[in-house]
């Protein structure tokens, strides 16, 4: 199969070896496309910030993982593996979970027919979307496609981009942070064609999960930036102000600007978005962000009054609620602001467009950084930064201060990523350095090379190493498939 480079709204980005998924051989063209900054939602935002006190932004996560579990240890994805074995533990849901997948792309036009202006982000992470075209399900990808290329609905629905494996980007090899973002986009584009793809630009961290290694998050913001993200999506309690204090009442109702410096001293920003509270599915399941939202005001930014926003993402599929309730809170919110309200739902990339015509300068928005960072500041000299000054500070702490750690933060508090799980991570390092030990010289003497099926099927399984369901669900069957990947991508990476 010939892979041909995709036009302005065709999907023809391919494997060229059957079966493989689109996540690579197609970096120009990518990078140009992405790196493109005209305003996305304000040509078309019927949303007058003077009208309204507060807004209300809710996000939808979807993910199933690729899981070696085929009749003959083929890669499937973990859906299928539901639907074939409808009689092993929550499998029997699989069917309301591809109901889950598509829904969005029956209530957005529905709504609308009914003259409710809805809104909502969706993050779909790589595996999933390869799943669906496994298993044949055009039925749900179509359904999706009117969401992302119909300009009747686009305006309503915002994608988020993410990592391509559903990858935590702080036990992520930093060389792969950004092979995992453009493998998504890749994929994205090869679905929904390069005018959707032009539209991405905020980013949905897998599981919340924000690195507080200086290193790691530096590289994290520059690999964003230069997939051409303007802002991603933050834990509230996975950040901190420069002095170490949590973010108060009313500045994470606003855009942030999170900062990172490296062990070099450089700095780095992206504007953040808040997600408050906990990651309950109830909240978005029952519309807490919109009863909120009612309840609050406007504030300022510098000089500038606006109304705040409540953000707030929750899986789309997992768990009663979602499954069951969230129809009923999410429908029916729209009719209720459709009559009458000062309060408006809004889409990331639309509120902070909408903030930025406004007259509002980012470089006023409050400034975050990662949470447990301001202890390894309080040890070095800002104006020496060193990587052995760096890591002295972080020896001392591990040493003296039980409560910190370079494990990163997510959804809560008590989740780490990596303890406990040195089976599943050092075999993904190890990988990840055998890939790139491979391949980076040939791509660096011929960018061609990421087009080869060798390639591309050995960045497959270093990719999908980096799932993080193989730790997500403990030792066992789980980490069992991250040793069999492993194995695989091992043979074609050395």
């Not at 970096?27 to 900054?37: D, Y």
């Not at 467009?353 to 447990?372: F, H, K, T």
Request: net charge negative; glycine share 8%; hydrophobic share 35%.
């Amino acid at each position: 199969m010939i892979a041909t480079a995709p036009a302005s709204n065709t999907t023809k980005i391919e494997g060229l070896k059957p079966g493989l998924p689109p996540i690579s051989g197609w970096e120009a063209e990518i990078t140009s496309v992405v790196q493109q900054n005209d305003p996305v939602f304000l040509p078309t935002s019927n949303i007058n910030l003077d009208k309204i006190k507060a807004a209300f932004a809710c996000a939808l996560h979807m993910h199933q993982p690729t899981i070696p579990a085929g009749a003959n240890g083929e890669l499937i994805c973990n859906l299928q593996h539901m639907f074939e074995n409808q009689g092993m533990g929550d499998n029997h849901n699989a069917g309301v979970f591809a109901w889950c997948y598509s829904r969005m792309g029956d209530f957005i036009p529905e709504l609308v027919a009914n003259g409710c202006n809805p809104r909502i982000m969706l993050d779909y992470s790589g595996n999933l979307f390869w799943g669906l075209q496994q298993m044949g399900r055009d039925d749900i990808l179509n359904n999706l496609k009117r969401l992302a290329c119909d300009p009747q609905y686009t305006p309503y629905v915002e994608w988020l981009g993410t990592m391509w494996s559903h990858a935590v980007a702080p036990s992520t090899p930093i060389p792969d942070l950004k092979l995992q973002m453009q493998a998504w986009q890749h994929h994205f584009a090869s679905i929904f064609g390069y005018d959707a793809l032009k539209r991405v630009k905020g980013f949905s961290p897998p599981e919340m999960h924000l690195p507080n290694n200086p290193d790691t998050l530096y590289e994290y913001i520059k690999a964003l930036k230069e997939c051409g993200y303007r802002w991603l999506l933050v834990q509230e309690h996975s950040v901190e102000r420069l002095d170490g204090s949590g973010l108060n009442h009313d500045d994470k109702y606003v855009p942030n600007r999170l900062v990172a410096r490296n062990s070099h001293g450089e700095t780095i920003s992206i504007t953040a978005l808040i997600k408050t509270q906990g990651s309950d599915t109830k909240l978005v399941a029952q519309m807490q962000p919109y009863h909120e939202a009612k309840s609050r005001g406007r504030q300022k930014i510098g000089d500038i009054e606006v109304p705040c926003c409540v953000s707030q993402i929750a899986d789309g599929e997992n768990g009663g609620v979602m499954m069951n309730e969230f129809p009923n809170g999410f429908n029916p919110t729209w009719h209720n602001i459709k009559d009458n309200s000062d309060v408006a739902g809004v889409n990331g990339t639309e509120y902070i467009e909408l903030l930025e015509a406004a007259g509002v300068n980012p470089d006023n928005y409050p400034v975050c950084q990662a949470r447990g960072q301001h202890k390894i500041w309080n040890k070095v000299d800002i104006n020496n930064v060193t990587p052995d000054a760096i890591a002295k500070a972080v020896e001392e702490l591990k040493a003296t201060d039980h409560q910190f750690h370079m494990d990163g933060a997510s959804w809560t508090d008590d989740l780490s990523w990596v303890a406990g799980y040195e089976n599943v991570l050092e075999p993904m390092n190890q990988l990840s350095a055998d890939f790139h030990k491979k391949f980076d010289a040939l791509v660096q003497q011929n960018p061609s090379v990421t087009k080869t099926p060798e390639y591309q099927e050995a960045l497959l399984y270093n990719l999908l190493v980096q799932t993080s369901c193989f730790r997500y669900w403990g030792q066992g069957t789980w980490t069992d498939y991250a040793r069999e990947l492993y194995n695989r991508g091992e043979k074609l990476s050395k």
